[in-house]
């Protein structure tokens, strides 16, 4: 099944190419699209900022810092009054970057040589770094990174957050925490994930008026995908519609102490609109969650032989939330791991997933970067300074579809488009989001949904969901507070 995106996004190299497709096979220009590069943040300048009319224009060597002359000038031929900081010779500008200073500084605009930069400046434009940055940010362009982060005023960044790396949004060392980032060409998928929320402020993204020429010879590296952008797989179901043809999930988990994760797990699954959800936990307090939600039907289990009637009947295994290790887990993730079904697996399934690795096809693995870590065998900064390259690596050793989880979740599968999530929030950092999310996945794969589908799909109302819980607020967000907005979400047919 092929997921609508609701934006293409590029990696640096693929961005290069696509100038160069723009200039070498439809003769634009290479200063030209600098040119229209530097009048796009301009006008987004003006359009944050009416105001402002005392720009600090920050450049550095690059065609970023050719934009930054470019914005310079225009703001000068509006009648403002900016300042432009140089963090290099002259003699080392090249080419439009060097055209662009030259044509600045025949407008009457020359940089300024005193210390005090912001002096009198009430927003700051951020052109220091670009697209070509792969390693840790020194010297002079360090500086004046910390030095922006800390004059207190609103940022522009353009093109990207000065420090933060296209492709992967790893902060080399330090970066640009803007308030607006444009982004130029292309949407840099970068900035969608890792670090890079966190330092974009508010994300836009100008094409720089490329011909879709450019775009269709150049494939993007990645997909970004919203709930909205979805809506064409939550169909209104036919009058005639029951509860056998909307799948039969069997959540298990819940180890002592830890029955409410697999109870928020399998409610998820009935509120996307699984026709039955069972849930295998311990006798312990099987009877105690049964009564909370009646609709699902719980069986405390002790054994495989206790398992198997309830594997015969699921369609669809969620297994994981609240599991444990204990000797108890491990004899329901052993009567699990062969059984022919789909699966979403996540927390201590993961973990013990981690300890006796195998792969397969239909199954969907949720883990959060230090799960990720132990699947891979490496550190959590390993998974977090390179999500894209983490997940696809997951993908191919365990087979199936991974969903790492985070800002700007990830889900990559063997022969697929990286797709990233654009909803969700903060709100959502905290304890048993992650269960929900593995009963939405399971309920979606339940209704008939391949496991990449029910992992995007997933994904997405769960974030969604966590959007409209969060308007009363992010912080204090529960993740029981989403039941009543996964309903919502999987019928966008309703207001």
């Not at 300042?83 to 055209?99: F, I, N, P």
């Not at 970068?190 to 094409?207: F, Q, R």
């Not at 298990?252 to 026709?275: L, N, S």
């Not at 052993?334 to 792969?359: I, K, M, S, T, Y």
Request: hydrophobic share 45%; net charge negative.
């Amino acid at each position: 099944m092929s997921l609508p995106v609701s934006a293409a996004l590029y990696d640096a190299a693929g961005t290069r190419a696509l100038e160069h497709y723009a200039i070498e096979t439809l003769g634009i220009a290479g200063y030209t699209l600098m040119e229209r590069a530097g009048a796009a943040v301009f006008e987004a300048l003006r359009r944050h900022w009416p105001r402002a009319r005392r720009p600090l224009i920050v450049c550095g060597a690059g065609n970023n810092g050719g934009d930054g002359y470019v914005v310079a000038r225009l703001a000068h031929a509006a009648g403002f009054a900016p300042r432009v900081v140089m963090l290099t010779d002259e003699s080392r500008l090249r080419g439009d970057g060097a055209l662009a200073f030259r044509h600045m500084r025949d407008a009457g605009l020359a940089p300024c040589s005193g210390d005090d930069w912001f002096e009198d400046a009430d927003v700051v434009v951020d052109a220091v770094l670009g697209t070509g940055l792969q390693r840790q940010v020194e010297g002079a362009y360090a500086d004046a990174i910390v030095r922006i982060n800390a004059s207190g005023l609103p940022v522009l960044s353009v093109d990207l957050p000065s420090g933060i790396d296209a492709d992967n949004g790893r902060c080399h060392g330090v970066a640009v925490r803007a308030s607006v980032t444009v982004s130029l060409v292309s949407l840099k998928q970068g900035l969608v994930t890792g670090a890079a929320p966190d330092h974009c402020g508010v994300l836009e993204w100008h094409s720089i008026d490329l011909p879709a020429a450019a775009f269709a010879a150049v494939p993007a590296s990645a997909g970004a995908i919203t709930c909205a952008g979805l809506r064409a797989l939550f169909a209104p179901r036919p009058r005639t519609a029951h509860k056998g043809q909307h799948g039969h999930v069997l959540v298990i988990g819940g180890a002592p102490g830890y029955g409410g994760a697999a109870r928020m797990a399998a409610e998820a699954a009935a509120r996307v609109g699984a026709g039955l959800v069972s849930l295998a936990t311990h006798p312990e307090h099987a009877a105690s969650l049964s009564a909370q939600r009646p609709e699902i039907m719980c069986r405390g289990v002790s054994s495989a032989c206790d398992l198997a009637p309830l594997l015969a009947r699921a369609t669809v295994v969620a297994i994981g939330p609240g599991l444990g290790q204990d000797p108890w887990a491990q004899r329901l993730w052993a009567a699990v791991r062969d059984c022919p079904q789909p699966q979403v697996v996540d927390a201590d399934g993961l973990n013990l997933l981690a300890a006796d690795p195998d792969q397969r096809t239909m199954r969907v693995l949720t883990p959060h970067p230090g799960e990720a870590a132990r699947l891979a065998g490496v550190d959590n900064e390993s998974i977090n300074n390179d999500r894209y390259g983490a997940a696809a690596r997951l993908a191919a050793r365990y087979g199936g579809v991974v969903l790492l989880k985070g800002a700007g979740t990830v889900i990559a599968a063997a022969g697929e488009q990286p797709l990233v999530v654009r909803d969700g929030n903060p709100g959502m950092a905290s304890g048993g989001m992650g269960d929900v999310l593995t009963g939405v996945i399971a309920g979606l794969l339940a209704q008939g949904m391949t496991p990449h589908a029910a992992a995007a799909a997933g994904a997405c109302v769960h974030a969604f969901a966590a959007d409209l819980a969060a308007r009363d607020g992010e912080r204090g967000l529960l993740a029981a507070d989403l039941m009543p907005w996964l309903r919502a979400a999987v019928n966008p047919q309703h207001p």
